[in-house]
């Protein structure tokens, strides 16, 4: 079955920086669309960053433009995040997902699988 595992969480301070990754295993990774999602105490799920199939054009929200970079290593079927100045409204549970046909890489529920999330926390 698909498994979507994230690492790389933790408490950092805030201007610090992570990386989180991501392995996938039971699909054919290099034709999903990778996303990154978070979702923070009280509030829903939202959008951070995608990486597309075949082309790896990437995507991203406003509030991480310039400070997230997401990327793939197809031969590992992973997918990563650095996330650099961090500030304490980055805070949050950060999950993984993947997207067959790459038709939404902003909404989650264009997203087959999902991963259990790994928590970041930025404290002030």
């Known amino acids: 079955q698909v498994q979507l595992v994230e690492s790389g969480g933790g408490l950092v301070q805030t201007g610090d920086s992570l990386r989180l990754s991501c392995e996938a295993s039971?699909?054919?990774?290099?034709?999903?669309?990778m996303g990154w999602f978070r979702q923070a105490p009280g509030k829903e799920r939202e959008f951070v960053a995608a990486?597309?199939?075949?082309?790896?054009?990437?995507y991203y929200a406003g509030s991480v433009k310039g400070r997230f970079t997401i990327s793939r290593d197809n031969r590992k079927s992973t997918v990563f995040v650095q996330m650099n100045s961090l500030k304490p409204e980055d805070t949050a549970v950060y999950y993984c997902?993947?997207?067959?046909?790459?038709?939404?890489?902003?909404?989650?529920?264009?997203?087959?699988?999902w991963g259990q999330g790994t928590q970041v926390t930025v404290s002030s």
């Open positions: 990486i597309a199939w075949g082309t790896s054009r990437t």
């Open positions: 997902a993947a997207d067959r046909y790459g038709m939404g890489p902003y909404s989650e529920n264009e997203y087959d699988y």
């Open positions: 039971g699909l054919m990774f290099a034709t999903y669309t």
